[in-house]
Each structure stands twice: as structure tokens, then as C-alpha cells.
């Protein structure tokens, strides 16, 4: 299957370009057979049996549930790391550690997003830069936790990181106990969605320059719709994170694949952490 997900539609292995130990495959989306071999289609479609099929990862580099938790471990605490190291380097929001929290704030956002769509496009994926990606991202939330915390009070970081760490157990809860199938058509709906949602903050950062204020991240219903929308968006992409670890582990994986989902699984917890704290927000101003 080649994923719709940006960030697995590089995965040469996820993608049909390399086999998985012990499995009778099939041609997947009108993918000719070449040279009288089958042509390796989508995970979910491959049959037990028996076949010669080369370039297999050995036993011992396949990717597992466990190394995706290390991996995914690894890049949490990365992120975690900076944002209190940001936290505590900002001190008290006043009129001179302000230029500060904005400095942090726009150096962690730009450089994580830059190392976002490298990430997300990367062939080959890169440990060091998707712990660089963890790094700068953990810079962003730190000082967008700190101006928050310094705006609404009460509480608000802290009931935002336990609220995210609930929707991915429940998220999880759901996946498996429901058997819930990831298919195309939502792959594409979620992926466009996201994008979507990009690209009006983008433009809304860019209109905000000139004096103009669309209302996407205001405290209105507006900003709410907004935030509750792409806290959704967020719950959705998880669930594409967990269907490419299924069939990514089912499939025998190249063990380095764990780092992009590692990365796949990071940005979607930020994703939600972020909307979720916007909806505190609000709700805390009213």
C-alpha cells in the first residue's frame, strides 16, 4: 500500500520496495508484475506461505512494537528535555524576558516545521534529525506552555499534558479493542485535513502582519471550531500512526523505520497537546 500519510509515504519498505520474510505477496494498486515477480502491494493484502523474496531485514534489525516505544521514548523525552530547559530559561513572563519567550517561539516553531517537512519527504529516515526535529519542537512548546501559563493560569499545561497523554491511551483503547481499519479514502481525508489546517495558520501568521485577524487562533467561536477541529484531526493521525506500526511490524520492517514512526507518533501527541491547550484557553477566558 503506498501510504497517503507524508509522513510514511517515503518508506521505501512501507511502499513496496522491499519484501517481508515469509509472505506470499500480490500486485498492489495496478502495479504490473515485472520480470515474472510479483509486484509488493499493500501489507494488510499479504497471505501467510512460503516464497524466496530477497532483501529481507534479518530477524534481529526488523522493527518491533518495542523498538517504536524506544524510539518513540527517546523522541518524547527529547521533546520534554528542551521544553523545560525553554521553561526555565524564560523565568517569569514580564516586559524583559518577553523578546525571550517570542525568540524561543519563533526559532523553535520555524526550525521544527523545516525539520518537519525534510522528515515527512525523507527517503531514508534520519535519527539525528528527528531527534533535532524533537529538540527544536520541545523549544516551541516551552515557550508557547510559558506564555499560556503566564495568560490563563490555573493549571492549564499541566491539565493539557495529561489531557494529551488520555487521547493517545484512549485513541489506542479504541484502535485495537474496535478493530478499527484505516482505509484510503480516510488516509486521504485526514492527510488533507492536516495540510488544510497548515495552511490557514500560515496564511493567518502571514494576513496577521498586515493588521488582519481572521479569528483561527482567537478565543472566539471561531478560534474555538478551530482548535476542537484540528484536536480531532489530531486523534485521526494517530490512528494512521498506529496502522503504520501494525502492518509496518507485520511486514517486517527495517528496524530504522521505528524512528519514523517514532516521528509520525511525536508530532501527532504535539498536535494534539497544542489544540488542546488553545480549547483550555478558552474556555478558561470565559
Same mark, same amino acid.
Given at each position: 500500500?503506498?501510504?497517503?500519510?507524508?509522513?510514511?509515504? =517515503?518508506?521505501?519498505?512501507?511502499?513496496?520496495?522491499?519484501?517481508?520474510?515469509?509472505?506470499?505477496?500480490?500486485?498492489?494498486?495496478?502495479?504490473?508484475?515485472?520480470?515474472?515477480?510479483?509486484?509488493?502491494?499493500?501489507?494488510?493484502?499479504?497471505?501467510?506461505?512460503?516464497?524466496?523474496?530477497?532483501?529481507?531485514?534479518?530477524?534481529?534489525?526488523?522493527?518491533?512494537?518495542?523498538?517504536?516505544?524506544?524510539?518513540?521514548?527517546?523522541?518524547?523525552?527529547?521533546?520534554?528535555?528542551?521544553?523545560?530547559?525553554?521553561?526555565?530559561?524564560?523565568?517569569?513572563?514580564?516586559?524583559?524576558?518577553?523578546?525571550?519567550?517570542?525568540?524561543?517561539?519563533?526559532?523553535?516553531? $520555524?526550525?521544527?516545521?523545516?525539520?518537519?517537512?525534510?522528515?515527512?519527504?525523507? =527517503?531514508?529516515?534520519?535519527?539525528?534529525?528527528?531527534?533535532?526535529?524533537?529538540? !527544536?519542537?520541545?523549544?516551541? +512548546?516551552?515557550?508557547?506552555?510559558?506564555?499560556?501559563?503566564?495568560?490563563?493560569?490555573?493549571?492549564?499545561?499541566?491539565?493539557?499534558?495529561?489531557?494529551?497523554?488520555?487521547?493517545?491511551?484512549?485513541? +489506542?483503547?479504541?484502535?485495537?479493542?474496535?478493530?478499527?481499519?484505516?482505509?484510503?479514502?480516510?488516509?486521504?481525508?485526514?492527510?488533507?485535513?492536516?495540510?488544510?489546517?497548515?495552511?490557514?495558520? $500560515?496564511?493567518?501568521?502571514?494576513?496577521?502582519?498586515?493588521?488582519?485577524? !481572521?479569528?483561527?487562533?482567537?478565543?472566539?467561536? $471561531?478560534?474555538?471550531?478551530?482548535?476542537?477541529?484540528?484536536?480531532? +484531526?489530531?486523534?485521526?493521525?494517530?490512528?494512521?500512526?498506529?496502522?503504520?506500526?501494525?502492518?509496518?511490524?507485520?511486514?517486517?520492517?527495517?528496524?530504522?523505520?521505528?524512528? =519514523?514512526?517514532?516521528?509520525?507518533?511525536?508530532?501527532?501527541?504535539?498536535?494534539?497537546?497544542?489544540?488542546? $491547550? =488553545?480549547?483550555?484557553?478558552?474556555?478558561?477566558?470565559?
Amino acid at each position: 500500500m503506498k501510504s497517503t500519510n507524508p509522513v510514511f509515504a =517515503r518508506s521505501e519498505e512501507f511502499n513496496g520496495q522491499s519484501n517481508a520474510y515469509g509472505n506470499q505477496t500480490y500486485p498492489g494498486y495496478g502495479q504490473a508484475p515485472q520480470g515474472g515477480q510479483p509486484a509488493y502491494g499493500d501489507p494488510s493484502t499479504w497471505g501467510t506461505g512460503v516464497s524466496n523474496m530477497p532483501d529481507v531485514a534479518a530477524p534481529e534489525r526488523r522493527m518491533t512494537i518495542d523498538s517504536v516505544v524506544q524510539k518513540t521514548a527517546i523522541s518524547l523525552a527529547v521533546v520534554m528535555a528542551t521544553a523545560f530547559a525553554t521553561w526555565w530559561y524564560i523565568g517569569d513572563v514580564n516586559e524583559v524576558t518577553a523578546s525571550r519567550l517570542y525568540s524561543a517561539l519563533m526559532i523553535g516553531s $520555524l526550525g521544527a516545521f523545516a525539520l518537519s517537512m525534510v522528515n515527512s519527504f525523507k =527517503r531514508v529516515i534520519s535519527p539525528a534529525l528527528v531527534v533535532a526535529f524533537a529538540a !527544536l519542537e520541545g523549544v516551541a +512548546l516551552g515557550a508557547l506552555s510559558k506564555y499560556f501559563d503566564a495568560s490563563f493560569g490555573d493549571g492549564i499545561v499541566t491539565n493539557a499534558v495529561f489531557g494529551t497523554f488520555a487521547a493517545f491511551a484512549g485513541t +489506542l483503547a479504541a484502535y485495537k479493542f474496535f478493530d478499527i481499519q484505516v482505509g484510503d479514502k480516510f488516509r486521504r481525508g485526514v492527510i488533507a485535513g492536516m495540510f488544510g489546517m497548515v495552511g490557514l495558520g $500560515l496564511l493567518s501568521l502571514v494576513l496577521s502582519f498586515a493588521g488582519i485577524d !481572521l479569528g483561527f487562533f482567537g478565543t472566539g467561536a $471561531l478560534g474555538l471550531l478551530f482548535a476542537v477541529v484540528g484536536l480531532v +484531526l489530531g486523534v485521526f493521525m494517530l490512528m494512521l500512526d498506529f496502522d503504520f506500526v501494525e502492518k509496518g511490524v507485520a511486514a517486517g520492517l527495517d528496524e530504522r523505520e521505528s524512528w =519514523r514512526a517514532a516521528f509520525g507518533l511525536t508530532v501527532s501527541l504535539v498536535w494534539i497537546y497544542t489544540n488542546l $491547550l =488553545r480549547i483550555l484557553a478558552i474556555f478558561s477566558s470565559d
